[in-house]
């Protein structure tokens, strides 16, 4: 059988797009079959009004390329998704990536076939013919946050007017003018998104089963000598980025929480609060570790809301009650102050579910809710929803999906036993969903594309992990998720907010410097715990 690529990559977003460049400057022919019309990925299918980065814009960009960095104007700190989209477009552009993509091409099974040793890709285009190639590898790029979620709430189809999904919001836009807008879900899309929302609805109710957590963004536009330094130093940032376990340059306080007098304690939080973000996290470095120490840092964060809501009730109704880091952190721009509105509502459904949905609303609470239209904001099938929408077959026609039937199990987030040749970028059991995605992204693209460069160096054809590396890995990554409280908590990072999902702690917790150095060891050693054939 003949092989048409040496690579088919899934998916057009900041991993396959960075893919595809690699594997071109390194000689190798590919493919990017992609769903959408265009690239982006995450920033492609999340339009929500208010959708931005949490993680500020100088930082959450591509590295590989100086002049790329050195020509870019990002115009805000925390970049909205217009503008991370534009961002998208211009890289597709300045390497002439798209005539090696398929768009509005949906990968729908991939078979390994033993005696050849390639994969027998099929592919469906949105209104066309089926088609199939033949690829030496496949090198997964489909996000670890792009299935989404629409949970099964009784009466949902009858609903008459307009539902929308934050994960897969209309192109054309949503105009909410004199509508009453009904939202499910208080995550970070949510919370992004009501301010906005709020401003044009007549009324906006939203329903919150679980309240968040969320700090300030303290978004602004990007002063000029800020960005002049920035770009002035980008290799040295870059460098102190990838030495943090978030693979984001911000200043960790080495000291405890508990072990610091609450005077300066309270002085740490708000210093952090003040300067706004994710790095709120990071004023201490046992928030995660220590139950004392993240009571006191959700006490200070609940005690915030009340500063800000009005109505005692609706106030007591935010304030969240599990630890905070349980979920992602939620980076927001007046969302409390939203609930002092006159047209928004909060509708607190942790104790009994909504009923079901009408054609003209919701029932909750005994309560008929009209709504003109519907937001889920529900989330997503996180990290293995993606990846198990494809039909994946292995050795011995074995499917991921009964191969993950107890949760994923990988080797690195990479790569899985008797899947050979067949890559994941931010895969399960690698950091991606808990650092910044870009340097994961360009860490796992590097990889891969060394990892093939050797293989044809060395004439082999076929690379998979060996079982006894995979569960090594798959036993590390349950350890040290087990150090922290982030595993003892229901989130979608151990697949709770999907019913009847394993409950396994999906992310490799260990932190970025953590993980490339088992990558390097890896390298280092000959590709250990791989199989090269
Ligand atoms: O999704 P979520 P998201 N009835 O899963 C609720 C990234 N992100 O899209 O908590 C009622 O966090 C659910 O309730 P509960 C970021 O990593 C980044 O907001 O399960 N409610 C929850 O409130 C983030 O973590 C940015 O009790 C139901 C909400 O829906 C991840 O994406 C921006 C329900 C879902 O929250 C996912 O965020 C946006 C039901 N049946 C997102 N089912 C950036 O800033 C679900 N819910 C980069």
Known sequence: MSIDFDAVIIGAGFGG??????????????????????????????????????VE????????????????????????????????????DRYDLRRDIRFETRVSRAVFDETANLWQVETGQVGGAAAKVTARFVITAMGCLSSPNTPKIPGLEDFEGPTYHTGNWPHEGVDFTGKTVGVI????????????????????????????YTVPAHNKPLDPGYVREVKANYREMRRRAKTK???????????????????????????????????????FSDLLLNDDSNRFAADFVRAKIGEVVKDPKTAAALVPKNIIGCKRLC?????????????????????????????TGLRAKGEDFAVDCLVLATGFDAMTGALL????????????????????KTYLGLT?????????????????????????????????????????????????????????????????????????????????????????????????????????KVVANGYEGFALA
């Open 17 to 54: 797009m960075y893919m595809l460049h690699k594997l071109r400057q390194k000689g190798f022919t590919a493919r990017v079959f992609e769903a959408g019309k265009g690239v982006g990925g995450t920033w492609y299918w999340n339009r929500y009004p208010g959708a931005r980065c949490d």
């Open 57 to 92: 814009s100088v930082q959450y960009s591509y590295q590989f390329d100086p002049d790329l960095e050195q020509e870019w104007e990002w115009s805000e700190r925390y970049a909205t998704q217009p503008e991370l989209l534009r961002y998208a477009n211009h890289v597709a």
């Open 185 to 212: 879900g208080t995550g970070s899309s949510a919370i992004q998104s009501i301010p906005v929302m709020a401003e044009q609805a007549k009324h906006l109710t939203v329903f919150q089963r679980t309240a968040n």
């Open 245 to 283: 376990p978030a693979g984001i340059d911000f200043t960790i306080n080495s000291a405890s929480a508990v072990e610091t007098p609450e005077e300066e304690r309270i002085r740490q939080f708000q210093a952090r609060w003040d300067y706004g973000g994710l790095g709120f996290m990071a004023s």
């Open 331 to 359: 980076v927001d721009t007046g969302y409390w102050a939203t609930f002092n509105r006159p047209n928004v509502t909060l509708v607190d459904i942790s104790d009994e579910p909504i009923e079901r949905i009408t054609p």
């Open 389 to 408: 929408k494809v039909d994946f077959r292995g050795r011995g026609g074995i499917t991921l999906k009964e191969r993950w039937n107890e949760g994923p």
């Open 416 to 520: 899985v036993v008797d899947f050979p040749n067949l890559f994941m970028i931010t895969g399960p059991g690698s950091p991606s969903v808990l650092t910044n995605m870009l340097p994961s992204i360009e860490q796992h693209v590097d990889f891969i594309a060394d990892c093939l460069e050797t293989l044809r160096n060395k004439g082999k054809t076929v690379i998979e992990p060996v079982p006894e590396a995979q569960e090594e890995w798959v036993g590390h990554v349950g350890d040290v998720s087990n150090i922290t409280l982030r595993s003892t908590c229901s989130s979608w990072y151990v697949g709770a907010n999907i019913p009847g999902k394993p409950r396994v702690f999906m992310p490799y917790i260990g932190g970025l410097p953590a993980y490339i150095q088992a990558c390097e």
